[in-house]
């Protein structure tokens, strides 16, 4: 099993920035991808940005240029770094944890608020 606890979201101001953080524990080995997700208000929820067991970035048209995923060394912990914020990026983010066969492991979500 693996568990993740989100950390980070609060209300800012558009233009403003945030780092959402990521810890995870249990049994990581299987689950090398790290990702966020966006639940916008009354939306779908959608993949933001991801990193491959290399290091290897993906990220949604939308965020590309104002947020950057990164890692620690332990490859426990993920953040993501979001800048120039947007009141469009308001919503539930939710880290990932997930297998290259397509599991997924959900965390529990942390609200962001932009808003002036």
């Known amino acids: 099993q693996v568990q993740l606890v989100e950390s980070g979201g609060a209300l800012v101001q558009p233009g403003g920035s945030l780092r959402l953080s990521c810890v995870a524990s249990?049994?990581?080995?299987?689950?090398?991808?790290m990702a966020w997700y966006h639940e916008a208000p009354g939306k779908e929820r959608e993949l933001v940005a991801r990193?491959?067991?290399?290091?290897?970035?993906d990220y949604a048209q939308p965020v590309k240029g104002r947020f950057v995923i990164s890692r620690d060394n332990t490859q426990t912990t993920h953040y993501l770094q979001m800048n120039s914020l947007r009141p469009e990026d308001t919503g539930l983010y939710y880290c990932?944890?997930?297998?290259?066969?397509?599991?997924?492991?959900w965390g529990t979500g942390t609200l962001v608020t932009v808003s002036s």
């Open positions: 990193i491959n067991r290399r290091g290897v970035r």
């Open positions: 249990g049994n990581l080995y299987n689950v090398p991808i």
């Open positions: 990932t944890r997930e297998t290259v066969t397509g599991i997924i492991y």
